[in-house]
């Protein structure tokens, strides 16, 4: 059995704030059983404290997780709690003299020192842990947060950027884990954010010592601690957040691109489950595969999207006319101005981004791969693509027709081509390899 944690005496650490550039003093000190996480304000009169729970996140700050209680808050919470939550620690006090965190070296490993340099102490209660029975998911233009159930707290992130190579990275989250793979990546920006936070009076507290700035060229200003630091960092973050369930969940989580803002409402829609379903640490979710991998042709897009975790503006695939399982599948796209993606691409002139294409073909190959028994928990992840050709373009009013080949398909790999047409004309091809988590 697991049993709840705390730290055996208080302990203090200091320094200059992020955002706010403050002087901040944080006390990690003992709590009792069930007592959960919570902050007290011991600059303010009568010392307010701050439970650590998700209906006392406020959004105030950006690129940062905040919570408040009346006229008090904290702003740059989510390093402490990941690493609380990276050490298992349950039960905790944690007396703050100033409105935000100190950055420490802008990852969680100066924190999750401190207390293992204090000592851990096992407490006479049972662990408790978020039981997640059914996939939650949740998703914003390029952004995804999928939820699956699970026996371990695992993490696969995907983050691609521009100015870098696509991270990929999933780790299986223990004390061993976090302490070596998570807590040392440190905060990042890019270049081209350094003055839009500046012109919003934060970053006052920022240097080379506590977070990375990463130019044009991909090349950041300090040696970094791993050559995926950046996705790691963002699991360290995601971590923090969670933690405003006020325990761990039992889930394998998937991240693509996601950040604070929608790793909250991923939270706050797993808080109302719970909420409604009675059970405080138990969630009940209505989304369910069902039987979908055994529908025939036609397959519409209700049931498609019953197997693929993709919701509204990126679900690609409207219907599958053709399938032989675990070998082949056609399926098309219709085509109309109704589409986001148009407003941007191009006014005036409609043309539907090529790389949408390409998703299109690789929801096509994912649904095709997910309807085997054996892949139905898994999701697919691009892990690259090869032979890429964009030879026509397609516009408002077409039909794309989705025709995809399986090549191979592994434990954690599967690699399928694929060609896009409209009218008969190849539009786009490619060969498509992807990650299979779960």
Known sequence: MDYQQTVKNPISFSGISLMLGVQ???TFKPAPIDYGIVFVRTDLPGQPQIKVDIVNHVSEIARCTSIRNGKACVHSIEHVLSALAGMRIDNAIVEISA???PAADGSALPYVELLKQVGISKQDAPRQYFQITQAISISEADKQLI???AAQFQITFAFDHPNLPTQLTSITIDESSYLEQVAPARTFCFADEVEFLKAQGLGK????DNVIVIGEGGTPDNDLRFQDEMVRHKILDLIGDLYLLGCIPKAHLTAIRSGHELNVKLIKNIFEQSRESGQKKQVEHSTKVGDAEK?????????IYKVLEHRYPFQMVDRILEIEDGKRGVGIKNVTINELFFQGHFPGKPVMPAVLQLEALAQTAGYLIKRLPEHRANLGLFAGADRVKFRNSVVPGDQLRLEVEIITIRKRF???????????????EAEMTFYLGG
């Open 147 to 149: 939820m699956l159930p």
């Open 295 to 303: 529908a025939t042709p036609p397959i519409e897009a209700s049931e």
């Open 205 to 208: 507290g920022a240097s080379s």
């Open 414 to 428: 599967a690699k399928a081509k694929g060609k896009a047409s409209v009218n008969g004309k190849t539009t786009a």
């Open 24 to 26: 901040s003093s944080l």
């Open 99 to 101: 409105p935000e965190t």
